[in-house]
């Protein structure tokens, strides 16, 4: 076969298992691991956005998880009773199509606000800014409900319109030439066909001149300023778009979940999204893809634990929440110690990176 009909046979072997997994999963496990898997695609477009900031353009971001809270508040906002009473009519209960852009428009102007009084500082530094930026977003959001109550504070937003493409909710069962699909799984092929779009999008600024210069700066400020490239703008950029993108998943996240409140956007959020970067291999699409598999996964399957224990020792001896993270940070540290570059890294960054330990 020639390279090019092995590549068309693989991407069709790709889109095959991707089409049938819901209903393979549905089956053989429930639709608890169906929603799962709806969780994993939501986190795929997360991870490409932040991989934009710390993977292309190398800029430690803790606060990233704040743009996803963006986004499902402003669908959130827009498509329940709320503040139904208002809003005139024609903004209540906007098409998806208008609140996906408007969310991810509104997490990019917030990009830029973080991004901006940012652009001089670097690594440590960075990292606690942008973690501040994230737990200021989350407190104004538990803080909003007085004297004027817009977010409803820590009570959260609930009785959110669930998402609707074409005049279909998914929340409800699509009876397509007789065969009924469930809405767990409609709510799956629209996450898998938007993070799809989300990759294209990430792999075409990979490659562009903007990409590069993300690239020149990760590399060496400096030496990339010397060269012509305006650090300033680029790095506005990559803050602008990581965040646009993760506004366009917290608005998906609200319509799937029909609810949102401050505790679903935490710092440790933030550090889950990261840690799937990092683990995945930072700047490299398919990598961060298993990072994202891994870690959405592997708690699941740790839940399993505690029946573990009972066969074991016939009876309960460590929390399962607990043992599961225990063994979580465990599996991360052996990874980090034995292939820093991540599981499945770029070419580039295994090469940038023993080059330094060589060096060093």
């Known amino acids: 076969m020639k390279p090019n009909h092995k590549t068309f046979a693989a991407v069709a072997v790709i889109a095959i298992v991707l089409a049938v997994a819901p209903f393979v999963v549905g089956s053989h496990f429930g639709n608890a691991w169906v929603r799962t898997l709806d969780f994993a695609l939501l986190y795929v477009m997360l991870a490409l956005g932040l991989n934009i900031v710390v993977g292309y353009a190398g800029l430690l971001d803790l606060g990233y998880i704040a743009f996803y809270a963006v986004g499902a ?41 973080l991004g901006a009084p940012t652009l001089r500082l670097r690594g440590d530094y960075l990292a606690i800014v942008t973690l501040g930026f994230g737990e200021i977003i989350r407190l104004f959001l538990n803080n909003l409900d007085n004297p004027v109550n817009i977010t409803n504070g820590p009570k959260g937003i609930s009785m959110i319109a669930p998402v609707t493409v074409f005049g279909q909710p998914l929340s409800q069962k699509l009876n397509l030439f007789g065969f009924e699909i469930p809405g767990l799984y409609l709510y799956y092929y629209l996450f898998l066909a938007l993070a799809l779009l989300i990759m294209l999008i990430s792999l075409r600024l990979q490659h562009s001149r903007i ?15 010397a060269m012509g490239i305006n650090t300033r703008n680029i790095k506005l950029l990559a803050f602008a778009m990581g965040a646009s993108f993760g506004g366009v998943a917290g608005g998906l996240f609200a319509g799937f979940q029909g609810f949102v409140s401050p505790e679903s956007f935490i710092l440790m959020e933030s550090v889950m999204v990261l840690c799937m970067v990092v683990l995945g291999g930072m700047g490299h699409i398919p990598g961060i893809i298993l990072g994202v598999v ?8 740790l839940r399993d634990v505690v029946p573990l224990q009972n066969n074991l020792w016939g009876k309960q001896l460590v929390d399962p929440e607990t043992l599961r993270m225990l063994l979580f940070g465990l599996a991360l540290i052996l990874v980090m110690l034995l292939r820093p570059e991540g599981l499945w890294p770029s070419s580039r960054r295994k090469q940038e990176l023993h080059a330094a330990e060589d060096a060093a």
């Open 73 to 113: 508040y402003v669908y959130a906002l827009l498509n329940s009773p709320h503040l139904a009473a208002l809003l005139p009519a024609w903004m209540a209960h906007p098409s998806l199509w208008v609140v996906l852009p408007l969310g991810a428009l509104l997490a990019c102007i917030f990009g830029v606000l």
């Open 211 to 225: 990409g590069r210069a993300w690239v020149a700066i990760r590399e060496d400020e400096i030496a990339a300023a």
């Open 294 to 301: 891994l870690l959405t996964l592997t708690p699941e399957l």
